[in-house]
Each structure stands twice: as structure tokens, then as C-alpha cells.
């Protein structure tokens, strides 16, 4: 794939990356499988944590590394379960945009990281953004049709991002990587600014 090419993908995918309302919390519809398919998919934040993860998964290696993907939807099951029986964790928001600074920074600066911390890195991401949706949910028969929803769509997204990477040829994967997580860290750390 030619650095043209490259661009062209950064620039059609470039109104995700910029900063907006999250959509991940409080005050949308939580009943039911379809409103938790579509949540991590129109929430920016979510979506972007869980397309770093499947990039994270493919850059540098020759066989993908599954245990991130599994590490984040473990950890984001645990997470809403904490939420869903009314234990939030603490600073639950600013840490999901602080996720994207870290996830999309370990994509920026390469496999700086050994995969043992990479892994727990996805963990508490998934951790992060399992609470955020869980602490939204009632504790009734209902949650679980939403939490099948939500982590469905976040193994789609994790799918799309291994996808994404692994469509650059060798010569440009690691450059469109990093490229892209930088905007990832970027638009994170605005939004952290933003909020505080």
C-alpha cells in the first residue's frame, strides 16, 4: 500500500478521531441487545480504545497476539459487573479518555512495551470502559442483553482494527500504525484537557 493510500485511510477515518460529547455514558438507550451493539460503535471513545486494541494485536508480530483483545473483553465483562452492582470505580470517565492516551501511545511508539504489560494495559482498559457501561445499567434480566450487545460489538471492532492493520503492506504497517496512534493518544489527551 503506497503512503498515498495511507493518507487516504487516516483522512476518511478522521472525523472519529476528533473530539465530541462521549456517547459511552449515562442518558442513551440501555435496554436490550441492539442498543448495546451500537453503543461502543457510535460512542468515539469506545470505538477508538477497542480498534487500538486490534491494532496493538497485529503491529510488529507475525502471528496476532489474542491475548489483548481477550485481556480488554475479560476485563470489560468484570468491569460492568463491578458497575452493574453499584461499585464504580473512581474517576471512571477521565480514565477511559486517559486509556486512549496509553493505548493509542503503545502504537505510537511501537513494541517499546513486552507483551505482558501491553496485555495489562488492554485489561484495564477493558476494565475502564466495562465500568462506565455497567454503572448506566439496571441490575435486571435486561443488563444482559445489553452487555452480549456491547461485548459482540467490542470483538467487532477489535476484529476491525486487526483488519485495518494487517490491509497495510509490510512497508507502510508500522509508519500507519504509529500515525494512527498518535491520532488515538492525540485526541484522548484533547479530550482529557477538555474535561478537566
Known amino acids: 500500500m503506497s503512503l498515498h493510500k495511507v493518507g487516504q485511510r487516516l483522512l476518511v477515518?478522521?472525523?472519529?478521531?476528533?473530539?465530541?460529547?462521549?456517547?459511552?455514558?449515562?442518558?442513551h438507550d440501555t435496554s436490550g441487545i441492539?442498543?448495546?451493539?451500537?453503543?461502543?460503535?457510535?460512542?468515539?471513545?469506545?470505538?477508538?480504545?477497542m480498534v487500538?486494541?486490534?491494532?496493538?494485536?497485529?503491529?510488529?508480530?507475525?502471528?496476532?497476539a489474542w491475548q489483548m483483545p481477550l485481556a480488554f473483553v475479560g476485563f470489560m465483562l468484570v468491569g460492568?459487573?463491578?458497575?452493574i452492582n453499584g461499585l464504580a470505580i473512581a474517576a471512571v470517565e477521565t480514565g477511559i479518555l486517559l486509556s486512549l492516551v496509553v493505548l493509542g501511545g503503545l502504537l505510537a511508539f511501537?513494541?517499546?512495551?513486552?507483551?505482558?504489560?501491553?496485555?495489562?494495559?488492554?485489561?484495564?482498559?477493558?476494565?475502564?470502559?466495562?465500568?462506565?457501561?455497567?454503572?448506566?445499567?439496571?441490575?435486571?434480566?435486561?443488563?444482559?442483553?445489553?452487555?452480549?450487545?456491547?461485548?459482540?460489538a467490542t470483538i467487532a471492532l477489535h476484529v476491525a482494527g486487526y483488519l485495518l492493520a494487517r490491509s497495510c503492506s509490510n512497508q507502510w504497517q508500522t509508519m500507519a500504525?504509529?500515525?494512527?496512534?498518535?491520532?488515538?493518544?492525540?485526541?484522548?489527551?484533547?479530550?482529557?484537557?477538555?474535561?478537566?
Not at 472519529?16 to 456517547?23: C, E, I, K, N, Q
Not at 441492539?34 to 480504545?49: K, Y
Not at 460492568?80 to 458497575?83: D, E, K, N, S, V
Open 13 to 27: 477515518a478522521s472525523p472519529v478521531l476528533a473530539p465530541s460529547v462521549a456517547l459511552a455514558h449515562p442518558g
Open 34 to 49: 441492539v442498543a448495546g451493539l451500537m453503543h461502543p460503535v457510535f460512542g468515539w471513545d469506545h470505538l477508538l480504545a
Open 52 to 64: 487500538a486494541v486490534g491494532m496493538l494485536a497485529v503491529m510488529g508480530r507475525t502471528k496476532p
Open 80 to 83: 460492568a459487573l463491578l458497575g
Open 110 to 152: 511501537g513494541r517499546a512495551a513486552s507483551l505482558s504489560v501491553v496485555v495489562l494495559c488492554c485489561a484495564l482498559s477493558g476494565l475502564l470502559h466495562g465500568n462506565a457501561h455497567g454503572i448506566e445499567l439496571p441490575a435486571n434480566s435486561a443488563a444482559s442483553s445489553y452487555i452480549a450487545g456491547f461485548m459482540l
Open 177 to 196: 500504525l504509529r500515525v494512527g496512534g498518535a491520532a488515538i493518544a492525540g485526541t484522548g489527551l484533547v479530550a482529557v484537557l477538555g474535561a478537566a
